[in-house]
């Protein structure tokens, strides 16, 4: 099984300021990752895929990158509704699929 | 617009069953599979398994394995998951979600989940 491990577990960043969050697997997962926020009470939302794609709709401040066992998410200038937890996930090798365990984006 | 819904919350007793529904709308069924993840109370998120409605086949996590089903009906676009011999810990929200899928000479994976179902909540007590 791919163990995902997200770092830091609780990013604390001003409105405006840049959020840069990171996702390491136990072996490489190419660039099989996904992004999801999930904000509370709401399901999780899409964010990105293969590493680096954005999905529909998603804002040009989010960026993915990285590839083989580390990988980033940076939001380059926080706006309010970005206060949120962040997951990643691998789809490279399964079952399962797996997930970090996540990093909190809170308000500094 | 692309959209799952999915059955309301329940409470159930320890050693009891559940079935969860997720109904889909807006894409070509078929061509997708659904995925099942579950959110314990204030933790992260938890792959279960999923199904390719395109032609019934199902991984599930080993965890689970034995204990749940998930099933899908083409005809209506509805995917389940029903587990069984529930525990208190099985306390959490369940998550159904579009999986994309990658088409390989035999066989089909899942890659992400777009878009999501709202959850439903399943509490186990006593």
């Known amino acids: 099984e791919i163990v995902m491990t997200q770092s830091p577990a609780t990013l604390s960043v001003s409105p405006g300021e840049r959020a840069t969050l990171s996702c390491r697997a136990s072996q490489s997962v190419s660039n099989n990752l996904a992004w999801y926020q999930q904000k509370p009470g709401q399901a999780p939302r899409l964010l990105i895929s293969?590493?680096?794609t954005r999905a529909t709709g998603i804002p040009a401040r989010f960026s993915g990158s990285g590839s083989g066992t580390e990988f980033t998410l940076t939001i380059s200038s926080l706006q309010s509704e970005d206060f949120a937890v962040y997951y990643c996930?691998?789809?490279?090798?399964?079952?399962?699929?797996?997930f970090g365990g996540g990093t909190k984006v809170e308000i500094k | 617009q692309v959209q799952l819904v999915q059955s309301g919350a329940e409470v159930k007793k320890t050693g009891a069953s559940v079935k969860v529904s997720c109904k889909a709308s807006?894409?070509?069924?078929?061509?997708?599979?659904i995925s099942w993840v579950r959110q314990a109370p204030g933790q992260g998120l938890e792959w279960m398994g999923w199904?390719?409605?395109?032609?019934?086949?199902?991984n599930y996590a080993q965890k689970f394995q034995g204990r749940v089903l998930m099933t899908t009906d083409t005809s209506t676009s509805t995917a389940y998951m029903e587990m069984r011999s529930l525990r208190f810990d099985d306390t959490a929200v369940y998550y159904c979600a579009r999986t994309d899928v990658a088409l390989g000479m035999y066989t089909i994976s899942p890659k992400w989940f777009d878009p999501w179902g709202q959850g439903t909540l399943v509490t186990v007590s006593s």
């Open positions: 293969g590493a680096s």
């Open positions: 996930q691998q789809y490279n090798d399964w079952p399962p699929l797996t």
């Open positions: 807006g894409y070509k069924f078929t061509s997708y599979g």
């Open positions: 199904i390719s409605a395109h032609n019934s086949n199902t």
